[in-house]
């Protein structure tokens, strides 16, 4: 089992800057890849990007493409969204997730998710 929990939600202006965070605990050796989703009211849950676990490769959405950055800190077992010229469009809950196998865009294939943060950009 992998546990999950994000951090760092809140509320931000529009052009503003936001760091997100995501702690793994439990069998963190079985994680291949760490994934971001996004969840609006009435919306689809939407891919957002990926990192690889081993060497931090990522891949985006083309809509946060520049904007929006996937690190890790492999010592704290940890994983981070740095969100930068925010828009009122990506005002949505955030999970993260883990994937055993792959650098996954769909959500139904992540094994392990976080409970979400909340993030809200004003206009």
């Known amino acids: 089992q992998v546990q999950l929990v994000e951090s760092g939600g809140g509320l931000v202006q529009a052009g503003g800057s936001l760091r997100l965070s995501c702690a793994a605990s439990g069998r963190t050796f079985s994680i291949y890849a760490m994934g971001w989703f996004r969840q609006a009211p009435g919306s689809e849950r939407e891919f957002v990007g990926t990192?690889?676990?081993?060497?931090?490769?990522?891949y985006y959405t083309d809509s946060v493409n520049g904007r929006f950055t996937i690190s890790t800190d492999r010592a704290k077992n940890t994983v981070y969204l740095q969100m930068n010229s925010l828009k009122p469009e990506d005002t949505a809950v955030y999970y993260c997730a883990a994937h055993k196998w792959d650098m996954a865009t769909t959500a139904s294939s992540y094994a392990y998710w976080g409970q979400g943060t909340q993030v809200t950009v004003s206009s």
């Open positions: 990192i690889k676990w081993s060497i931090s490769s990522t």
